[in-house]
């Protein structure tokens, strides 16, 4: 009950109210949720903008996502439940995240998705502006085989279209329809969206995207043929052992060391 309160007490609700057998794994979740938002902003991926969710671990038909804030300030006591539409359940007066949409949407056409992160990662915003398809060519990157999607706002007819932002619905549903099946895909001259079946994963994800998208256009600019990762190679390595909790522990450790 101690590491449960001391989340603070909207937290402490939201665990409470669930199944009670479930409210240590529940609470480590939500500690995850919020050093995620530190890690990103520590490794370069968010600014003061940007946001992670998770689906609620009780309710698969409602999400959590910290109230409109900084990254790296947000606690346990900014998160915020809404379902599927966006709707809060209970905002108590905080301010939601304009593009939340992007988090409703997706969870509700993508019942794997357990996690979910926007961010306007820099290097990635080049493949969203110019003819030349982002593609893995280092071994952490090969969950980019088979293509990272471009979405383009000015396709959808909306009014809100022009401002850039996924500030509605519709908007958010032709965002999930673009992302598929793919982990990650590149908002033209945003940012991109970055999806796993937890949270650990969609920050790996995210982390190396933005790392790919650096190299490649460092290679790029050295010209000559470049030697991507081929598909045997991305296959083996969906399929080989990870040790990635060892680079989640370090992102973690580094990133909360700084508050």
């Not at 409470?16 to 995620?36: G, K, R, S, Y």
């Not at 108590?92 to 998705?113: C, M, Q, T, W």
Request: hydrophobic fraction near 45%; proline fraction near 7%; charged fraction near 20%.
């Amino acid at each position: 009950m101690e590491r449960i309160t001391a989340l603070g007490p909207f937290l402490a609700a939201i665990l409470l109210v669930a199944n009670p057998h479930a409210v240590w794994a529940q609470t480590a979740v939500i500690e995850d949720l919020v050093a995620a938002n530190r890690i990103l902003v520590n490794e370069g991926v968010l600014d003061a903008y940007g946001h992670v969710s998770i689906r609620h671990p009780g309710k698969p038909n409602r999400y959590l996502l910290s109230r409109s804030l900084a990254p790296v300030l947000v606690t346990a006591d900014d998160i915020i439940e809404y379902d599927l539409d966006s709707v809060p359940i209970d905002a108590k007066g905080r301010a939601s995240v304009l593009e939340r949409f992007i988090h409703g949407e997706i969870y509700n056409v993508l019942p794997d998705v357990g996690a979910v992160i926007h961010s306007h990662s820099p290097a990635v915003i080049p493949f969203s502006v110019t003819q030349v398809p982002m593609r893995p060519l280092y071994h952490q990157s090969t969950f980019l085989y088979g293509g990272v999607p471009v979405w383009d706002i000015r396709d959808v007819d909306s009014p809100d279209a022009a401002a850039l932002l996924v500030r509605n619905g519709l908007l958010g549903k032709s965002l999930a329809a673009a992302l598929g099946d793919r982990p990650v895909a590149l908002l033209r001259g945003h940012g991109n969206v970055v999806v796993g079946p937890d949270v650990q994963t969609a920050v790996k994800y995210a982390v190396f995207t933005e790392v790919n998208a650096r190299l490649q256009t460092i290679a790029i600019g050295l010209g000559g043929p470049i030697k991507y990762i081929s598909a045997d190679e991305a296959a083996a390595r969906a399929q080989a052992p990870s040790d990635f909790p060892r680079a989640w522990t370090l992102w973690k450790k580094r990133a909360l060391e700084k508050q």
